[in-house]
């Protein structure tokens, strides 16, 4: 699950848009996952483990605000949204439903195993909704049309387009980890990434008449 893998490092799945028409076979297929996750809970080196606890309280206390903010504004928590055991910083993977764009859950990036699931009707909609968000790291689109992939990679405002593939960027790409919007600091990866030791300076000469 994206949204509950490595933290910060490699980022997480944050929203989840689904067309209607398969959204709640999605969500049946999504739910099941994740509550395996929660079966699969424990420290980073035991066996078969797939979901670990937070680093530290203040973590865990800053995690758990994002989801009470979604209680808070009236988000569905779908699953989980509350503490794992009494032992350790593990939060239940968290998946919400019917949220709206301007919950804080939508807005900021919270990397951490909390998920947003939104149902969308057209093409136009999801579009407004994904580039409606202060950050643009990443997207992946998941589609069999192909023009339908390449208009929306043309429009969605984030630094790096997946599409039918996972997050895998290419070394030698320019803007593989960077992101719109407040998302990152500058670029990385690629010919851009050198522009970062540069400083750019314009120098103007008056060739013609002395002023």
Known sequence: MGSTQDVLQHGCVI???????????????FTQATQ?????????????VQHGPQVSQTQFDW???????????GTKVHVGGER??????????TVFVDAKPDMKIMQEEVFRP???IVKFK???????????????????????????????ANVLEA???FVNCASAPEIGLPFSL????QSSLGREMGEAALYTYTQLKAVHVNIGQVL
């Open 36 to 48: 395996g996750l929660m079966k699969a809970a424990g420290g980073p080196f035991e066996e078969g």
């Open 114 to 116: 909390v998920c947003s």
């Open 159 to 161: 630094g790096s387009i």
């Open 84 to 93: 794992e055991g009494e032992q350790g910083y593990f939060i239940k993977p």
């Open 122 to 152: 057209t093409e136009e909609e999801v579009m407004e909704l994904a580039n409606d968000m202060m950050y643009g790291p990443a997207a992946n689109i998941l589609t069999k049309n192909t023009g339908h992939a390449v208009r929306m």
């Open 15 to 29: 929203l989840v848009m689904k067309q209607e028409g398969i959204y709640d076979k999605f969500l049946e297929g």
């Open 63 to 73: 995690v758990m605000g994002y989801i009470s903010s979604g209680k808070l504004e």
């Open 178 to 181: 960077c992101g719109y919007k």
